[in-house]
């Protein structure tokens, strides 16, 4: 049977397809891939404050992954907001992605991924309940001239069905695939399915972060994966499309491969940039200040590029007076700005910011 762009593909086959995956080539890019990876993860360990990286990553990844939705919102406005719940619409909306990230997160601590932790993913990022399409109509179009590129399959009972069939192929390890492969062929296979009437992209970005911490590739969302997708979102959409149109996975899992290759290698050297800054201004820190001897102190600082007067009394125990003085003392030595958020001051670790914000 011919597939149709504008034809609801409910003969969309399950997983895993008839061919062989792993030719060489996919193999030696899953090797590169998996090599980036844990050289990542061990530099990641390597940060005398790794809390960092569990901090920004995930507005990092909010940011960019909504970027792909045109929701724009810039990191420094996500940093700022992101314990104060305010800024505009699009900031709001992309601090949902952070919050649904967690939400998966701590879903996967307790049972394994499955079709209900997609749910709970959609419905965290539109801040109401989500549920599995039951109407029909949904179609992806091309953003400029309108052009069906893609009919999801249509019916309610018909999605669950092939959500089951995801979840299985989630979870079967005897078949000997590559778990980053596993997780390019899932990815494919949820858009495909495209449960949802919206946020379906940025619910299977997230679910890409858990596979791999579900596959034990990853042990914190520290991988920074939308940037790399955002940075060639036309090959996103032009191979997703080639899989359904001409079977070409081996196009779409080298594309995959790649993606966590790169977005390895740039979370890695943004570490080494982060490690940099933080030794340099615990340096200057504890010149300023008695404060910047305080570890509990410079712990805060480098937790967030954003820091408040009320974190640093509850996590160091001390007096307001104390906390003010010592932020104070940053701001004179150049290190913090401090910026009025509503009716509140923050203190900007600048230099930490850009290393976070800034595209490498
Ligand atoms: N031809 C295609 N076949 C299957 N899925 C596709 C195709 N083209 C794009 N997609 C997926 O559909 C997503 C868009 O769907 P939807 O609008 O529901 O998600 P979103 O999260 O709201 O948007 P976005 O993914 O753009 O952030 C794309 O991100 C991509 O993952
Ligand atoms: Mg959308």
Known sequence: MTWRPDVPYNDLPA???????????VLKAAIEARTALATMAQAAKMLPNPGILINAVPILEAQASSEIENIVTTADELFKHVHTGGGDHATKEALRYR????????SLSERPLTAQTAIQICSSLHGREMRVRALPGTRIANPTTGEIIYAPPEGHDLIVDKLSDWERF???????????????????QF??????????????????ILMLIESGLLNDPILYLSRSIIGRKNDYYRLLRAVTAEGAWIDWILYILDVVRESSESTTRKIAAIRD????????ARAATTGGRDARFLDVLFEQPYCRIVTVVERCDVSRQTASNWLHALVAAGLLHDVKVGREVLFVNHELLHVLTRAD
């Not at 061919?19 to 080539?25: R, T």
């Not at 919050?99 to 701590?106: I, N, P, V, Y």
């Not at 000997?176 to 494919?188: I, K, N, Q």
């Not at 858009?191 to 890409?208: C, K, Q």
Request: glycine share 10%; net charge negative.
């Open 277 to 284: 800054c933080q030794r340099d201004i615990a340096e200057r």
């Open 191 to 208: 858009e495909a399915i495209h449960p949802f009437h919206d946020g379906n992209g940025r619910t299977g970005r997230v679910l890409n």
């Open 99 to 106: 919050t649904a990230l967690f939400s998966g997160l701590t």
């Open 15 to 25: 997983l895993p397809p008839a061919m062989e995956l792993e030719p060489k080539v």
């Open 170 to 188: 989630i979870h079967a390890g005897d078949d000997g695939l590559d778990p980053l492969v596993r997780m390019a062929l899932a990815h494919y």
